[in-house]
């Protein structure tokens, strides 16, 4: 009996020493590991699952549904299945105390299907035939933050609802597939009418069947995602300061023009901008003369709290550049496709 037991205690001694002294793989499990803490943690900054987002359209967008019946206006915009369109962050985004997204930043949804409806008398003026799925939100140090047009779920595509209330227009995610969008009834205006009621917004325009610039859509961050902190904090110290004057935001687009141009305002040093870089200048309420390199300077009127965008492109005839003020959704829509080179406060 004692020989069996000593026998038994030296195999259980082996067993050990032969499991220490195995090889570490990548994939091997380390039983410490599960006691002690992530020392990568506090590097970190956790934007939460289901962090709501308001996104604003940044281009016209509409499909086959609106063929029917006359746009408004005569824009561009129709869609195809495939087509990637871009959107902005309306407002910053934080954790604590740090930015984590900063107001026009750029987003992304793709088309996924777009159906003309078969009924179009009562519906031209509320079906859009439009199938999105939101992708993706850039973060302050420019991670792709996934999104999601639901407050729970999965990211997938939505049907698309646009209603107006006479001052503003948004977008209304749907579920239905596109064969009941396609074969849907004179009842769908109605639906869509009382839905919309229960959310509380004044119908007055109503349903649109397209989707105009500016238009706003609630969006929600899918799985908590990671940000690198010192990527954060390096990226939210080029924020222009907040202050009692005004934002102007001088941006270029792609314009296929290498040479970089100097802008200034009130006879400050200037700035070199670059294809589709922008600059962001703090200024004090009242009259202000921009202008880049020698050309016509453009006068600007600020009041406290303003937020300008002008557009530095070069000229279709005659050549030189010029300056252009242009609306809050096409600003923030060049500067979220544009690289922040400077924030800069006057003296």
């Known amino acids: 009996m004692r020989i069996a037991w000593i026998h038994l205690r030296f195999a259980f001694l082996g067993t050990i020493f ?3 002294s195995l090889p570490k793989t990548a994939g091997a499990l380390d039983p410490m590991a599960l006691y002690l803490p992530d020392q990568n ?17 940044a281009q016209d967008v509409w499909g086959q549904a609106v063929k029917k019946s006359a746009l408004p206006v005569q824009v561009a915009g129709q869609v195809q299945p495939g087509d990637t369109v871009h959107l902005v962050s309306v407002a910053d985004v934080r954790i604590g105390a740090r930015v984590v997204i900063a107001k026009g930043a750029l987003a992304q949804a793709t088309v996924v299907d777009v159906v003309a ?3 179009y008398e009562r519906q031209q003026a509320s079906e859009t035939g439009l199938f999105l799925r939101l992708d993706w939100l850039k973060s302050i140090n420019g991670a792709e933050i996934p999104l ?3 407050k729970k779920g999965a990211s997938g595509r939505f049907h698309v ?19 009941l969008s396609k074969m849907a009834t004179s009842n769908d205006e109605d639906d869509a009418g009382h839905r919309i009621a229960q959310r509380g917004i004044q ?12 238009t706003t859509i609630t969006s929600f961050v899918q799985g908590a995602f990671p940000l690198n902190a010192a990527e954060v904090e390096q990226a939210q110290a080029q924020l222009p300061k907040l202050n009692s004057g005004a934002m102007l935001s001088i941006y270029r687009s792609q314009d296929h023009k290498s040479v970089q ?13 670059g294809e589709r870089q922008y600059v962001v200048l703090a ?36 050549g030189g550049w010029t300056l252009k003020l242009v609306s809050t959704s096409e600003g923030e829509a060049g500067v979220a496709a544009a690289e922040l080179v400077s924030a800069v406060t006057p003296r």
């Open 18 to 20: 032969l499991i220490g």
């Open 41 to 57: 943690q506090t590097d970190q900054i956790i934007v939460p699952d289901g962090t709501q987002i308001e996104l604003r359209f």
């Open 117 to 119: 409806p078969i009924m």
């Open 148 to 150: 999601r047009a639901f």
């Open 161 to 179: 609802k646009v209603v107006s209330d006479g001052k503003r227009a948004k977008v209304f995610p749907d579920k239905i597939t596109p064969f």
């Open 203 to 214: 119908k007055t325009d109503g349903p649109k069947n397209w989707i105009p610039a500016g």
């Open 261 to 273: 141009r100097a802008v200034s305002c009130d006879s400050q040093e200037p700035t070199q901008i």
């Open 283 to 318: 200024l004090a309420a009242g009259q202000h003369s921009c202008q880049v390199d020698k050309e016509e300077p453009l006068v600007i009127n600020v009041r406290a709290g303003d937020e300008v965008f002008a557009h530095l492109h070069p000229r279709t005839l005659g």
